[in-house]
């Protein structure tokens, strides 16, 4: 099993208040990197979260804990959200779902 492909972990900061013009600001995005199994969940692992099966799915497993908390995942350009993770002994796994 190969953990090479890279996946963000997203945090996302609401940007601050300015009083002066009533508006905030720009929302500021820190990534963290790390390296993953990546693969298409399978069918009975789709019909066990969803109870259906659904496209855009996949699953990620990691070789240690992300303790980090993170509000959305990256790999490549498109953007997933965490339907459902894991922990193992010494493994994490996310099943993820892609967000339009």
Same mark, same amino acid.
């Given at each position: 099993?190969?953990?090479? =492909?890279? &996946? @963000? @972990?997203?945090? =996302?900061? +609401? %940007?601050?208040?300015?009083? #002066?013009?009533? !508006?905030?600001?720009?929302?500021?995005? &820190?990534?963290?990197?790390?390296? +993953? !199994?990546?693969?298409? +969940? %399978?069918? #009975?692992?789709?019909? =066990? &979260?969803? %109870? #259906? =099966?659904?496209?855009?799915? *996949? +699953?990620?497993? *990691?070789? !240690?804990?992300?303790?980090?908390?993170?509000?959305?995942? /990256?790999?490549? /350009?498109?953007?997933?959200?965490?339907?459902?993770?894991?922990?193992? /002994?010494?493994?994490?796994?996310?099943? $993820?779902?892609? $967000?339009?």
């Amino acid at each position: 099993m190969r953990y090479d =492909i890279p &996946v @963000f @972990f997203q945090s =996302i900061k +609401a %940007g601050a208040y300015n009083p #002066e013009t009533g !508006n905030y600001g720009p929302d500021e995005v &820190v990534e963290d990197k790390k390296y +993953a !199994n990546v693969t298409d +969940a %399978g069918v #009975e692992t789709l019909k =066990i &979260v969803y %109870g #259906e =099966i659904r496209q855009g799915v *996949l +699953a990620i497993q *990691l070789q !240690n804990h992300y303790e980090k908390p993170f509000d959305r995942v /990256r790999i490549g /350009r498109k953007m997933y959200h965490v339907d459902y993770s894991r922990r193992f /002994r010494t493994k994490g796994v996310y099943v $993820v779902s892609e $967000v339009q």
